[in-house]
């Protein structure tokens, strides 16, 4: 399982940037605020991810990835759980893997096998399987918001979600 310490904290937080998102580098052992599956998964609370040296970067990306999906004020007010629909998590699953290939040494492939390891579990049975074969609508999510390539859904846009019409 890849983790921070693998990769070094600069280039996810200069990811987590582009989006206007900030990550928090917690000290090794120390609890890390807004866990959901708890320590040492990565966590939120508003704007800030929350991660340590042990956490594993697909942790560092779904949870990011959760905030990247939402409306700026639903993202502001989160803390601990951002999930909001089937809809919006299968997009948050889809934007992490885009997501993985613009990190140094991580690359889709490597986090779909650790998404695997640590029980996502997909109806074809594996991350790579889905995603390849069943995430159209994960992928259109992100293309209707702008939040991956509209023409294919195979990249980040560095988007985020406008604020809601008055």
Do not use: K
Request: hydrophobic share 45%; with cysteine.
């Amino acid at each position: 399982m890849q983790t921070l310490h693998d990769i070094g904290f600069a280039a996810p937080a200069a990811l987590l940037a582009r989006y206007g998102l900030r990550l928090q580098v917690v000290d090794d052992g120390a609890p890390i605020p807004g866990s959901f599956w708890g320590e040492p998964e990565a966590g939120l609370i508003g704007e800030d991810v929350f991660a340590r040296a042990d956490t594993p970067v697909h942790s560092l990306l779904h949870e990011a990835a959760h905030l990247i999906v939402q409306p700026r004020e639903r993202r502001i007010a989160v803390h601990t759980d951002a999930s909001d629909s089937i809809a919006e998590e299968d997009a948050t699953c889809a934007l992490q893997i885009l997501l993985a290939d613009e990190l140094p040494g991580v690359g889709r492939q490597h986090l779909m096998a650790d998404m695997d390891a640590w029980g996502y579990t997909f109806r074809l049975g594996s991350a790579q399987a889905w995603f390849e074969h069943d995430a159209e609508d994960a992928l259109a999510f992100l293309g209707e918001r702008g939040l991956a390539q509209a023409a294919t859904a195979a990249a980040p846009s560095w988007q985020l979600l406008p604020p809601p019409h008055p």
